[in-house]
Each structure stands twice: as structure tokens, then as C-alpha cells.
């Protein structure tokens, strides 16, 4: 098996989880840039708020996993 055809299976493997990180990662850098553009904010400010959708995307997806597991 060559390293593309790994590849095409990882990727058709885990689609879905990869388009859910994609549109989290999207969203949330999104609307922290449209955030700090109107309040005109520090720089360092920014990029931690940006670092901080780390625990954000964790924290949703084990809210979800609990969530699953309870219905």
C-alpha cells in the first residue's frame, strides 16, 4: 500500500470528524476575529483568545460525548 492510498483511506475513514474539526475551527476563528475587530483589542488578547478555542473544541466534543452517552 503506498502513502496516497493510506492517505485516501484515513481521510474516507474519519470524513466526518475531520469536516466537524474544519467547521469548528472555521466558526470560532470567525467570530473571534469579527470580536476583536470591533472592540479594537491588544494584540496579545487576540491570539489568546484564538489559542483558547483549543480547550473550547475539547470541551465541546466531550460535552457531545456525554451527552450521547446519556440519552
Known sequence: MSALDAVREHVAEQHDGMLFDAVFAVGWVTVVSLL????????????????????????????????????
Request: hydrophobic share 55%; charged share 10%.
Open 36 to 71: 476583536f475587530e470591533a472592540l479594537d483589542a491588544p494584540a496579545l488578547v487576540y491570539y489568546g483568545a484564538l489559542a483558547s478555542g483549543v480547550v473550547a473544541y475539547f470541551g465541546f466534543v466531550y460535552s457531545l460525548q456525554v451527552a450521547r452517552e446519556t440519552q
